[in-house]
């Protein structure tokens, strides 16, 4: 075997390798995410009638980050002569794992709401109990599907302490 032959096996190697590295295909372009106004809607209703209702609204994509809502206050109360705890009431909404449902022409997620509140007695002018108030506080937590530009009940649940239901509906509408 010549000097020549010896040497351009090593360079032939060389060059046949390198051209494989390459040899990639070129990566699809990656779409956007796509961007959603997610509206929530808080009722308390009695006898069919709605006596109260609070809409809470953000933006989320497909595919993002977890979406939180806060809403309230920080009340305090009294704990004993001078002493207050402060409690935070309120509405807390979280939306968590937002995936689009093309086919069904939907939005699948995850919805944890949590709202809180100190009750108005009744005959006080609309003022909360002064002394020691009773909390009312409902919690949901569920994975749910809702057609988008449609109005959706997520969750709803009887006042243990009136005759009342509460209720949270989602409209989830795509952003052009």
């Known amino acids: 075997m010549s000097m020549k032959t010896v040497l351009s096996l090593p360079l032939l190697a060389l060059v046949t390798g390198s051209g494989m590295a390459f040899a990639q295909t070129p990566a699809a372009p990656k ?6 106004k997610l509206e929530f809607v808080f ?3 009695e006898g069919g009638k709605v006596l ?4 809470y609204s953000a933006i ?16 305090p109360i009294s704990s004993g002569g001078t002493q207050f705890t402060y409690y935070d009431l309120g509405v807390n909404i979280d939306c968590r794992g937002i995936t689009e449902v093309p086919r069904d022409h939907a939005l699948s997620l995850s919805v944890s709401a949590d709202i809180s509140s ?3 007695e009744a005959g006080s002018a609309g003022a909360p109990a002064p002394i020691a108030p009773t909390i ?3 919690k949901w937590s569920s994975g749910v599907i809702v057609l988008l530009n449609n109005s959706t009940l997520l969750f709803s649940s009887d006042d243990l302490m009136s005759k009342r239901q509460v209720q949270l509906e989602l409209t989830a509408t795509p952003i052009q």
Not at 31 to 36: A, D, Q
Not at 60 to 74: E, H, K
């Open 31 to 36: 779409e956007p995410p796509k961007f959603y």
């Open 43 to 45: 009722r308390e209703v």
């Open 52 to 55: 109260n209702s609070r809409s």
């Open 60 to 75: 989320a994509s497909a595919g993002g980050d977890v979406v939180t809502i806060r809403a309230g206050a920080r009340v």
């Open 118 to 120: 100190i009750p108005v």
């Open 136 to 138: 009312r506080q409902t």
